[in-house]
């Protein structure tokens, strides 16, 4: 079946710092990757998301790159602010419409930006 | 704001009690998924209805049941709570029309089984 793998948190930067999160996954096929967010207290917000290989999703001065080669989708931004502290969710959902949509997610990677 | 609707947004409730959460998706999304995310499991997909109908089926137990009603809103009924059913339930939504379509979080319900 499908999984995802990120990196365990927490991680801890001083603001301005680079921040990457690394994602791999294994799936049947070529799947949709996505980026979620969560803020303390709060649902999950989309972040970003690539739907085929060498694809680029960017949002806020987030990028990730769906390589079909290394199956990764690793997080990245070059500056981080104290705003950007919350979990990182890394997740992917197959192309099979008739089995449904349903996200498979990594286990989440809490990032606290210091000032 | 999303636009997906979940109430209530904290339960407390006690053993072997039953209850129901409800969401609301996003103003024409047909699809509507139930996840549920605890400490120990992280976030695990439920089960997925798409214009009333059940579609998928995840890691859902036999006491777990939910339902789409003709408006689109969702259900999810537990029952038989135990104490390591106290998590944090999503319940997201979807168009659904293409291939691969975004999913929309709510903001959670929190249910805390005494």
């Known amino acids: 079946g499908n999984s995802v793998t990120q990196m365990e948190g927490p991680v801890t930067l001083s603001e301005e710092a680079f921040l990457t999160i690394n994602c791999t996954y294994t799936a049947t096929g070529y799947p949709s990757l996505f980026w979620y967010v969560q803020y303390p207290g709060e649902g999950l917000q989309l972040l970003l998301k690539a739907t085929k290989a060498d694809d680029k999703g960017s949002n806020k001065g987030f990028e990730a790159t769906y390589r079909k080669e290394t199956t990764s989708f690793h997080l990245e931004k070059g500056s981080v602010q104290v705003s950007d502290s919350a979990v990182y969710f890394c997740a992917l959902s197959g192309k099979i419409k008739a089995a449904g949509n349903k996200l498979t997610f990594g286990g989440g990677t809490r990032v606290l930006v210091k000032p | 704001d999303s636009g997906v609707t979940q109430t209530p947004k904290h339960l407390i409730t006690a053993t072997g009690q039953r209850v129901t959460l409800r969401c609301s998706p996003r103003s024409g999304d047909l699809s509507v998924y139930w996840y549920q995310q605890s400490l120990d499991q992280g976030l695990q997909f439920l089960i997925q209805?798409?214009?009333?109908?059940?579609?998928a089926k995840g890691n859902i137990l036999e006491r777990f049941s939910a339902q789409q009603f003709p408006d689109l809103h969702s259900e999810l009924n537990l029952s038989s709570l135990e104490l390591g059913d106290s998590a944090l339930y999503f319940c997201?939504?979807?168009?659904?029309?293409?291939?691969?379509?975004?999913?929309?979080f709510g903001p959670g319900t929190r249910l805390l089984v005494l």
């Open positions: 209805y798409y214009n009333g109908e059940e579609r």
């Open positions: 997201a939504s979807s168009a659904d029309r293409g291939q691969q379509e975004t999913q929309y």
